[in-house]
Nanobody, 112 residues
């Protein structure tokens, strides 16, 4: 079992930036992703990165968010720029390992 720990969330004004980190308990070269969930909503995919570094993004964050990884540290990142109040959610890290692999989440709150 791989354990995932997110960090980097916080309170930021609209237009500001945050960088989220997700550290895995061991080096893994599988597809990993960031999801988010706002109160009363379904968890949704934000960004995904493969072991080879290919990425894709939800339409709502394209051009604003960047997912990356440091394989030597078994860590992925989500650089979030031009944040909007609609980005407010708990952000979760996921690894596609054939079993549920989620972190505990980190809260991002964007004020007007």
């Amino acid at each position: 079992q791989v354990q995932l720990v997110e960090s980097g969330g916080g309170l930021v004004q609209a237009g500001g930036s945050l960088r989220l980190s997700c550290a895995a308990s061991r080096i893994i070269l599988v597809t990993m992703a960031w999801y988010r969930q706002a109160p009363g909503t379904q968890r949704e995919l934000v960004a995904r990165i493969t072991g080879g570094g290919s990425t894709n993004y939800a339409d709502s964050v394209k051009g604003r968010f960047t997912i990356s990884r440091d394989n030597t540290k078994s860590t992925i990142y989500l650089q979030m720029n031009s944040l909007k109040p609609d980005d407010t959610a708990v952000y979760y890290c996921n690894a596609q390992l054939g079993y549920p692999a989620w972190g505990q989440g980190t809260q991002v709150t964007v004020s007007s």
